[in-house]
């Protein structure tokens, strides 16, 4: 697991099973407010990601994708917290997401906001966030390389870090 930086983190995921994993124990750190924005090509595991970040943070629904419908929006027991998977690989323009509400979401302070094919609209997202770079190594393996813009999301990542290098 190199170390970047204090910003950057690279993770090497065996299988898809682990990268669901590696994305639920970065959900049990966002409390709201929190903007993750996934990119890769078509395969990397961005869905199977999104969806370990929605268990990890608590969604009472099941986690599907939202490719189709572009935005689910999940909910959890403990408050009125909020969880939007979006997905803008249908989308056609920025102007397409910024019709869908996009900039609106991602400025929720009480929603967490993973954002599937982000980098089709990267101009609409905050300068707060984390970006997650998805690549496909083989039929099993991942490369997740995460990078943390501002303090907020740079203390997720750096609890990230201790919990998955076990210190």
């Not at 496909?136 to 999301?153: K, N, P, W």
Request: proline content about 4%; overall charge negative.
């Amino acid at each position: 697991m190199p170390i970047l930086s204090a910003d950057a983190l690279e993770f090497i995921s065996r299988n898809p099973e682990q990268t669901r994993r590696v994305g639920a124990r970065l959900g049990m750190f966002l409390t709201g407010g929190e903007v993750i924005a996934l990119e890769g090509e078509l395969g990397a595991g961005k869905t199977v990601f999104a969806q370990g970040v929605g268990i990890g943070w608590g969604a009472t629904t099941p986690m599907l994708s939202p490719t189709f419908i572009l935005i689910r929006r999940h909910t959890r027991h403990q408050d009125n917290r909020l969880f939007y998977h979006i997905d803008l690989y249908r989308i056609a323009s920025v102007q397409e997401a910024v019709d869908l509400g996009l900039e609106e979401l991602l400025g929720d302070p009480d929603a967490v906001c993973v954002v599937e094919w982000a980098d089709r609209a990267a101009e609409l997202f905050p300068e707060e966030m984390l970006w997650v770079t998805l690549r496909a190594l083989d039929e099993q393996r991942r490369s997740l390389t995460f990078r943390a813009h501002g303090d907020r999301h740079r203390a997720i990542l750096e609890k990230l870090r201790k919990e998955l290098a076990g210190y």
